[in-house]
């Protein structure tokens, strides 16, 4: 299940809740890690260094796979799509 909600929404408890889900079920079917050191600066050298790297939402996803496509590194690249 994706759930973003639109840009406008106000709605973030629900947003934050399911999506939080979701990145633990994907995280487990995948048999992953998630990992955020809380330092934007290693977070993305960790990043950029992974063995695989599924893009998230946001511009930083966006920056680590443009790096790691510089690479040759693989990735996971994501759409989403503001629902109307």
């Not at 995280?27 to 260094?49: E, P």
């Amino acid at each position: 299940m994706f759930f973003f909600s639109k840009t406008s929404s106000t709605n973030y408890d629900e947003c934050i809740m399911l999506s939080n889900e979701y990145l633990h079920n994907t995280i487990q079917q995948l048999n992953a890690i998630y990992f955020d050191y809380g330092n934007a600066d290693i977070d993305l050298c960790l990043a950029v260094k992974s063995r695989l790297f599924i893009q998230g939402k946001g511009y930083f996803s966006k920056l680590i796979v443009e790096i790691r496509k510089q690479l040759n590194l693989n990735n996971i690249e994501t759409t989403c799509v503001d629902w109307e």
